[in-house]
């Protein structure tokens, strides 16, 4: 065998030089490229797993703007109720998550189907009952109004007529008050003390006194009227509150 010339050698050992280091860049090519393949496609199912979670809250959303309402046939037998609250008039009530409707304001009516009553009666329906926010006005037998705590008294709650004008109806109003629930004579309290604030001039001093006294009982021995007198008093003598 001939014997290489050292410019042969050279020319060997650089070939074996220039493989050697091709073959160490694949090696070291290989997992930087894999590696960002793996990015990729996790970044891809993260983009995947955020857009289906977007598209459940907006079906979610969509579902609570549009409740199933309850429909009410003319042959079903209903339960009609006013509502009548010492709330803004933005306020917005639902009932049943709005299933049974909602009502914006003081004022409002519902038709409720007999059957689904029970189902309507929840622990918030029960509190604006007995506070008598809320009035049935028919639907409901003798029997059921006192199981439901809605036999009302005469003269319990206002009517829609005396709601509407509870700051007008003047000396009206002392006759008629000693005979409200606690709940309607807070209304009437809270009426007052709004009409004071925007300088009514249907709040009279004599009206406002003889209202607190009627208002006063064990629980309440102040009367629900006394920040308007304090507030009255405090005009009087010059301090500003």
């Known amino acids: 065998m001939a014997k290489l010339t050292e410019e042969e050698k050279a020319a060997r050992a650089e070939a074996r030089k220039a493989a050697k280091k091709a073959e160490n860049a694949e090696v070291k090519e ?59 008039d933005d306020c917005v009530v639902m009932f049943g998550d709005g299933r049974f409707g ?34 049935v006005l028919s639907g409901l037998t003798d029997e059921e109004r006192v199981a439901y705590h809605v036999d009302y008294k005469d003269g319990e709650y206002l009517d829609k007529a005396a709601f509407s004008k509870i700051i007008e109806m003047g000396d009206e109003m002392l006759r008629i008050f000693p005979n409200l629930c606690e709940g309607n004579k807070l209304m009437v309290a809270q009426r007052y003390y709004e009409a004071y604030q925007n300088h009514s001039p249907y709040v009279k001093r004599e009206n406002v006194v003889a209202l607190n006294n009627m208002s006063k009982s064990a629980k309440n021995p102040r009367g629900y009227f006394m920040p308007i007198i304090e507030s009255m008093n405090a005009e009087d003598e010059g301090i500003a509150l």
């Open 30 to 88: 290989t997992p930087k490229e894999d590696k960002k393949n793996e990015e990729l496609e996790l970044l891809k199912a993260q983009n995947e797993a955020l857009q289906k979670q977007m598209k459940e809250l907006m079906e979610r959303m969509m579902t609570m703007q549009q409740p199933q309402v309850v429909t009410v046939s003319a042959s079903t037998e209903k339960v009609h109720l006013l509502w009548q609250a010492e709330v803004a």
């Open 102 to 135: 909602r009502i914006t304001g003081k004022r409002g009516e519902l038709l409720i189907p007999k059957n689904e009553f029970t189902s309507f009666k929840d622990s918030a329906v029960d509190y604006y009952l007995e506070k008598r926010w809320l009035i």
